[in-house]
């Protein structure tokens, strides 16, 4: 079976995750689908948008690079082609992560991470 490709999401930089849910519900009209202190997802209709703590630090989980994220369905024939591919280690892929996905990420050229995502 071939892997199918979903939606891509941004994960956006955030100094201020409660400041910028509030911004991005005022402003834009996207409704808060889970969050904690250094994440939260945000939904309207079909679009979402993630928000990544960052502050540009040692400790910054963005390494000063960007994050997308590519959600699809069946992601054993694309992680097993980037495998082949020399892209991403055959360890990388993690099952049943606590937000409920499979998911594997590398980074490209310019330190921006990319993960490929399935719902678990």
Known sequence: MK????????????????????????????????????YAVLKREKLF???QWH?????????GG????????????IFQELV????VNKNKLVFNTPWKTNEFGFYDLNNNVIFI????
């Open 66 to 77: 960007s994050v997308i994220k590519i959600f699809v369905k069946n992601i054993h024939p």
């Open 3 to 38: 892997t199918e490709f979903l939606e891509i999401t941004p994960v956006m930089p955030s100094s201020d995750i409660d400041r910028d849910v509030n911004w991005y519900n005022a402003k834009l009209g996207f409704e808060l689908v889970s969050k904690d202190n250094m």
């Open 55 to 63: 502050a540009d630090t040692k400790n910054d989980p963005l390494l």
């Open 49 to 51: 948008i993630h928000l």
């Open 117 to 120: 995502v399935e719902d678990a």
């Open 84 to 87: 082949e591919r020399g892209t």
